[in-house]
Each structure stands twice: as C-alpha cells, then as structure tokens.
C-alpha cells in the first residue's frame, strides 16, 4: 500500500474549503435525515426526534418518509404536534414560520434503523436528534445535528479510545443508482493507514462504527486520527456523524465538507 503523508495535503484542501460543517442547517426543498433509529438499546430505548421549520412569509406542505437501510419504507409508531400516528408516510401542513416536531415512540419490538426524507412546496429547514433512556424511563443522553446536505468529498474525526469514545458514521445514498465511495483512514501523523472502496445501494442506509471490519480493521484500541470520503463520479451521499462513548452517552461530530476529491 502506498503511505503518503495527508498531513499538508489535507489541510491545505480545508482550508481551499468554504462550506461550513454539517452543524448548520440550510433551508432546502428536500432534507435528508441520514440516520433514523427506534427500539431497543440495551436495557432502555432509542427515539428519534425530527424538527421541520417553515421560515417563508407563506405556508408549506411537507411530505415526510421513513425508509428502512434497503429503501423501502418502514413502519414507525410517531407523534406529530402531540397526535400519535403510524405509518411510513405522513403529511404535515405548515402556516408562516410554524414548525413541527416528530417523535418516534421508541415502541418498536426490536430496534428498527433506517432514515428519513422531507419534500416540501417551498424550502423548509430541519433538525435531527436522538435521545437514549433507561428501562425506567430516564433521560441517558442527546445529541442533535442539522439536516446532512448530499456531498461527494467529506472529512470526519475517527476515535476508537477509552475515553475519547467511538466515532459512529450513519449515511444514504439518496439517488437512483447505486454509488462507490472511497474511504481513507488517517493517524493524528498525517500517514495513511487503511484504504477501502465502499458500495451503497439505491436509496441505501448504512450505519457502522467505523473500527467496524466493514469500514476499517487496521483501527486499533486507542486510535486517534481522521476518515476521508470520496463517491465517485458525480454522485453524492448524505452522512451523519456521531461519537458514543463506552457508557452509551451520544455527542455529534461535526462533518467537514470539502472541495475536489484528492484521491
């Protein structure tokens, strides 16, 4: 395998890029949730919180749909504004600068994961975040992040430690066909440790940590460095980013996107 140093190459490209990281979020037409998740954890429950926000001068109809990791729709049990409702699709009227929250009830028998895909008449923003309790009910941990924006070169922070945690990566092929994605994985050194080609379906879900062997599995205990994805063509894939700690508490991780592929 070729080592080269990323160190310079990739910092210079950060620094060339000027979309700011998927903290943020940008009303658009159609917002992608890359990472839906229902059901059993352990002893307690994963919920899934969507907010959609409507900040135009008029009204909107948003149509929001829940897809399992193959692309096909999956059945959830919500509450939309305080009304529970079931089902994979669901429509949502928005007046001037209303918004909506969508909560998934965390009644499913075993944990269902997948994501999800707002349409709208005019551009919506939206909000992504999860929430782990105990068997009694009690509040473990949250994370939020703003909706993933499809992009073809991206940049997270890759943990496999104690106390760090581990960096998880959740993301979807949005498109119509399915895509190659290029994955490197980087020490704090700047050396290349591992390359893998990836491959997402149509419409695909996955979600992984990343010491995971279908990510990477030269990432030993301890690690500290960076993972790099590149689709090739002109294809995009929307991702999520997330680190867990080893007691199960959830924190976001920022995701860097970049310019021009460099490899």
Known sequence: METRNWGLILFTALLAAAT???????????LIFPQ?????????RIVTHLTIDNPNQGGTSVLLEFFNSNGSLMVLDVEIRGQRQRGSTFNISLTRWASALIRTLGLSTSQQVGW???????????TLQYSTRDGQGHLISQAGWG???????????????????????????????AVQITAVLVNASGQEVQRRTL??????????????PAFFDRMPEGFV????FCVSGQ???APVALLISRG?????LAVAQMGNCLF
């Open 20 to 30: 700011p990281a998927f903290g943020q979020t940008q009303p658009d037409r159609i």
């Open 36 to 44: 839906v998740a229902d059901g059993p954890l352990g002893d307690g």
């Open 116 to 126: 999800a895909r707002a349409m709208s008449t005019t551009a919506v923003a939206g």
């Open 147 to 177: 909706i993933s924006r499809p992009v073809r070169f991206f940049q997270i922070p890759a943990f496999r430690d104690a106390d760090l945690g581990d960096t998880g990566i959740a993301w979807v092929n949005p498109g119509a066909s």
């Open 199 to 212: 491959a997402l379906p149509a419409r695909g879900h996955q979600a992984s940590f990343l010491r995971e």
């Open 225 to 228: 460095g960076s993972a790099y």
């Open 235 to 237: 294809a995009e894939v």
């Open 248 to 252: 199960g508490i959830l924190s976001g």
